[in-house]
């Protein structure tokens, strides 16, 4: 079992800019895919950015150019760099890590946009 630890979310103004954190409590070797979801209220979970093992990396529409997802083998964690951020942008926020047969989620990490 793998635990994703999460950190980074908060409250701030509309176009400020948050990072957040995910650590997972393993190294990963191999192919996998881990990403940031998010989850606003009365809403789907959806995603948001995707980063595949060889460097890869995938964005939603609503986020590409202000968002960028990276990850740092030697330290074990997956960023996620939010700039620009809109009222819109308001959710849970969970890291997802997928190797073969297993998908595992983070706890969660409410992120909150609101002048």
């Known amino acids: 079992q793998v635990q994703l630890v999460e950190s980074g979310g908060g409250l701030v103004q509309p176009g400020e800019s948050l990072r957040l954190s995910c650590a997972p409590s393993?190294?990963?070797?191999?192919?996998?895919?881990m990403g940031w979801y998010r989850q606003a209220p009365g809403e789907e979970r959806e995603p948001v950015a995707l980063?595949?093992?060889?460097?890869?990396?995938n964005y939603a529409d609503s986020v590409k150019g202000r968002f960028t997802i990276t990850r740092n083998s030697a330290e074990n964690t997956l960023w996620l760099q939010m700039d620009g951020l809109k009222p819109e942008d308001t959710a849970v926020y969970y890291c997802?890590?997928?190797?073969?047969?297993?998908?595992?989620w983070g706890q969660g990490t409410q992120v909150t946009v609101s002048s």
């Open positions: 980063w595949i093992s060889g460097g890869t990396t």
């Open positions: 997802n890590l997928r190797f073969g047969p297993n998908n595992y």
């Open positions: 393993t190294s990963i070797f191999g192919t996998y895919i």
